[in-house]
């Protein structure tokens, strides 16, 4: 076979592959722009429509089959109406502000309570590592839903921790935990730890030992080492596990609503209010739009770790 | 290379020890191991070991996985403590002394770069631990750079350097703070062989430069030959043997050490006979008596073994009637071309291979597999051994 | 052993007391005879009694099963479709786009996703029932199986399908007589995290149900709202032990496809 045809099949195979390859990416890809980019521009265009009782509960409803000009005097109609409103009404403004902390005190912690546990998963004889993963994953196997609600027999007033405090004389009365931000900050923390562990045990565990011993053998005390060479590697774990509780949780609505109060205010759980008990579908697609806002940087930070943890 | 010298810089950790008395720095090494042992949940690692290491001396600790020199060199680093025993550095005691307080720097196998810091940054890092200013870190940073020819590679980070590039970051590095003594663990393993070659004699002619003790782990009986000043041969958790590599390898005092370092016969058989002169070995596999001499401490009847190097078996083509000492009949079994020399192994009557090297000069006559051959060897050659 | 240290095991005990202690007390209250979380009225399977005989909840599981089997099965196929395309193409149109939609509903706060998908449909005039909850799960599952299946094909030693390859195979064969096999433990894992996924979900489910499509977790829901119910506590226990069954089943898949491989190499 001449050298020139060999150079060419070799060349076509490879083409093929490339080929395939993408081809086989057009199903999900097509399917991901049906059900996930689209229905973003849905929304986006529902949050400059006004309420309207009937089904669909907006207007306008676009449709082009009524020709391009009656189109086009539609879209005109569209407005900005809901956002000012977003941003007049000081509910919405401290539900998201709320939302923000709530969420980022709760991520804090997280971390706080993850790192030594995801770190003595890393330190831990090689042939536990695998069981203890999956004991870190079987939560999060389990119904979030479930898990949540366990939280509530424990908290309530009458509930076992109250009993357990009594009992040992540290309290007088009942504590009020339950349906207060502090119920709603444990449940996230406890929902939400395995996401925060396993990207800082995947950190923690790829990390040479011997680089904490060089760090003492240059000088440095044990704490210092673990600061300059422990945590200050495992950066990205940190900021992966962070981004992993502290997006959805700006989000959150079961945990609220389970465990929170009257007073608790979470943006999710106002979208979810003004949807199902108001029906006003503009306004909660504006609080959606900006919500989405809010979590554009903080989202994209993360597909660049995933992407770069992948590949 | 003046700020090596400088005085800030000398034995800051262990300063004090110049206001020790005289006389007991003088009776005391460097580095004493005193009846160290260390056991890992049972698993003994380093049994009862007592070892001296001179000031200045290029040390190495030769033995093959497993056989307790790393756990030494780590005992002695300060990252394992000994089960027994006290381990004292300049006259004192290093029991409780953690390792970020220890005089001693370590060159680590997977060299241990920090990969989020520059190499500059990594070469500082001890530096800055001592509180030295600014100035002075940087005046000692460029020193090690230059020295181990790194200056335009400041700026990188490890990752974008070479394995060669990284193992001379990990020698300055650990140079850098002018330790007592530099702990090197199988500094060349991650190289490949031509460049083990090269930096082999840069490390000699950095440590006669600085004059540092340097302890070298290693299980490269050539690296450790070329290295060392002294080897110690391990095996066991114990010490087998400790000497210069010309003692160890032409003076082996047991089998172990014999065939861990280059090829060697071993002859098995019983005494004979042992005088002043000479001990001759009855050796089965031999079919014949050969000599060792000078002789051991054997008595007639022990049993021992002969051990002699493929160079010191000389080797020609059967040519009429041979007879002597130490002469052996056989053919050539097979033949190891290795460049300068070539191995041969020969087969005996009794199916004994015995290997003989001979050098590939012109004038040694050409030998081909199947040639009837008479080995033979001066008892001088060989040494006669016990254990 | 020592190296471990006494810090690093109580950490490790109080944050596994701290991750199973809840579900733990969930399981056991399930069995108590009183209604009140506080009092132990002695063990008692009446709630697993009554919970076999409340229909509605027994009609709701049996839809949510469903859902998540359909989802489950086409989560994996997309997904498994979508981790080659980003692992194996070089010259994939759009990357970053299709890279950011699979990656970003692992972290989009449900309520936006649910909230979006219920707008597609009505804007397309789409009945809400069975599928539309399928269809919406299935959006969100395929991406964890994406990244599940991804990690596993990067990690895969493409000189195994060069040999099949260089031994006559074309690339469709040698991938799926040689790849596939291998990371069928994957798959599998794959598919286990979907079903329980859209086993799990209520806010994205309750966006897209319609009349006569309740799922499990909104019926669960629907009734912890008013409070502690040990009805609902046996229901979970009975989830819990299902989920424990599938894990353990799937790592032991997964160790027996690993040693398969570690045989095969």
């Known amino acids: 076979m001449p050298s020139s045809s060999n150079a060419e099949a070799r060349a076509g195979r490879g083409g093929r592959r490339v080929l395939n390859a993408s081809f086989v990416g057009l199903l999900p890809y097509v399917w991901l722009l049906v059900f996930f980019l689209i229905p973003f521009l849905i929304v986006l265009k529902i949050s400059l429509s006004t309420a309207f009782y009937g089904q669909p509960p907006y207007e306008p409803v676009l449709d082009l089959a009524e020709g391009v000009g009656a189109t086009w005097e539609k879209v005109k109609t569209l407005s900005l109406g809901n956002y000012t409103f977003l941003a007049s009404d000081s509910l919405y403004v401290e539900a998201y502000l709320s939302s923000l902390k709530i969420a980022a005190i709760a991520t804090v912690l997280t971390l706080l309570c993850g790192f030594p546990i995801a770190h003595a998963m890393a330190r831990a004889p090689r042939g536990w590592r695998p069981l203890l993963i999956a004991l870190v994953i079987m939560p999060f196997w389990t119904s979030f839903l479930i898990r949540v609600y366990a939280w509530v027999g424990i908290l309530k007033r009458e509930g076992l921790l109250n009993a357990v405090l009594l009992e040992l004389g540290a309290i007088g009365e009942p504590l009020t935990i339950l349906n207060t931000n502090f119920a709603v900050i444990v449940g996230i923390v406890y929902a939400y730890l395995p996401f925060m562990i396993l990207p800082l045990y995947a950190a923690l565990e790829r990390q040479d030992p011997a680089l904490l011993e060089a760090a003492s053998d240059l000088g440095s005390p044990p704490w210092l080492a673990f600061w300059q060479v422990t945590v200050r590697l495992s950066v990205p774990g940190i900021v992966a596990g962070s981004l992993l509780v502290f997006i959805p949780a700006v989000g959150e609505f079961v945990i609220p609503n389970l465990l929170g109060g009257s007073n608790t205010l979470m943006i999710g759980q106002t979208l979810w209010n003004e949807f199902f008990l108001n029906h006003d579908w503009p306004l909660s697609s504006a609080v959606a739009v900006v919500l989405l806002v809010i979590l554009v940087v903080p989202i994209t930070l993360f597909q660049r770790y995933q992407a770069r943890e992948v590949e | 290379m003046s700020a090596l010298a400088s005085p800030a810089m000398t034995g800051a950790p262990l300063g004090d020890s110049a206001a020790e008395p005289i006389a007991k720095r003088a009776a005391e090494p460097l580095i004493r191991f005193d009846h160290v042992r260390k056991t890992f949940g049972g698993v003994v690692a380093v049994a009862d070991l007592s070892l001296d290491i001179e000031e200045g001396e290029f040390f190495a600790l030769l033995g093959p996985s497993g056989c307790g020199k790393t756990t030494l060199m780590r005992m002695l680093a300060g990252f394992e403590t000994p089960t027994s025993g006290d381990i004292r550095l300049a006259g004192k005691s290093l029991a409780g002394v953690p390792a970020h307080k220890r005089p001693t720097n370590m060159m680590f196998q997977s060299y241990a770069l920090f990969p989020h810091l520059s190499v500059w940054d990594n070469i500082a890092f001890g530096l800055r631990r001592e509180g030295l200013n600014a100035a002075a870190i940087r005046a000692r940073v460029d020193d090690m750079l230059s020295l181990v020819q790194l200056t335009a590679q400041a700026r990188r980070k490890p990752h974008q350097l070479s394995g060669g590039q990284r193992q001379r970051v990990a020698l300055a590095r650990s140079l850098a703070k002018e330790p007592r003594v530099l702990l090197l663990d199988e500094p060349l393993a991650a190289l490949d062989k031509k460049l083990r070659g090269e930096t082999q004699f840069e490390l000699t002619a950095i440590q006669r430069r600085l004059g540092i003790t340097f302890v070298i782990v290693t299980h490269d009986q050539d690296e450790a030959m070329v290295l060392a000043d002294r080897i110690a041969v391990m095996r066991e958790g114990g010490i087998e043997q400790v000497g210069t590599p010309a003692e160890i390898y032409e003076a082996p005092v047991s089998r172990a050490v014999a065939s861990f370092i280059g090829e060697i016969n071993l002859i098995e058989g019983t005494v004979a006979h042992a005088d002043a002169r000479e001990t001759a070995l009855d050796a089965p596999a031999l079919g014949t008596r050969v000599v060792a001499s000078p002789a051991g401490a054997a008595r007639a009847g022990e049993a021992g073994c002969l051990a002699i190097r493929p160079e010191k078996v000389a080797m020609r083509r059967v040519n009429g009637h041979s007879d002597g000492p130490n002469t052996l009949t056989g053919t050539v079994s097979d033949a190891a071309f290795m460049g300068e020399d070539t191995l041969y192994r020969v087969r005996l009557e009794t199916g004994h291979l015995i290997k003989t090297r001979r050098s590939n000069t012109r004038d040694g006559g050409t030998i081909r597999l199947g040639d009837r051959v008479v080995l033979n060897w001066d008892p001088a050659d060989a040494v006669f051994l016990e254990r | ?265």
Request: with cysteine.
């Open chain 3, 1 to 265: 052993m020592t190296r471990f240290g006494w810090l690093n095991a109580v950490s490790l005990t109080f944050g596994f007391a701290f991750l199973y202690l809840p579900i733990l007390i969930l399981v056991i209250y399930s069995f108590n005879a009183s209604k009140l979380v506080t009092v132990w009225g002695g063990f008692s399977t009446k709630w697993y009694v009554a919970l076999f005989q409340n229909a509605q909840l027994l009609a709701a599981a049996k839809m949510s099963l469903l859902v998540a089997v359909v989802t489950a099965t086409l989560a994996t196929v997309l997904g498994t479709l979508a981790a080659i395309a980003l692992t194996r193409a070089r010259r994939l149109p759009a990357r970053t786009l299709f890279q950011g939609m699979t990656y970003a509903p692992l972290v989009m706060p449900e309520v936006i996703t649910g909230l979006s998908l219920l707008l597609l449909f009505v804007a397309l005039g789409i009945d809400r029932g069975f599928w539309t909850i399928t269809i919406a799960h299935t959006t969100f599952a395929l991406c964890f199986v994406a990244v599940v299946v991804q990690s596993r094909l990067t990690a895969f030693d493409m000189s195994l399908e060069e040999a099949a390859r260089d031994l006559g195979a074309s690339p469709v064969k040698a991938f799926c007589l040689v790849t596939l096999p291998l990371i069928a433990p994957a798959v599998a894992a794959g598919w286990l995290l979907a079903f329980t996924l859209s086993l799990d979900d209520l806010v994205i489910a309750s966006f897209t149900s319609g009349p006569g499509s309740t799922t499990l977790p909104m019926r669960i829901f629907s009734a912890v709202r008013l409070g502690v119910s040990p009805e609902i506590n046996a229901a979970s226990t009975i989830l819990i032990a299902a989920v424990a069954i599938g894990v353990m089943t799937a790592t032991l898949a997964a160790k027996w496809g690993a040693r398969r491989e570690t045989r095969s190499q």
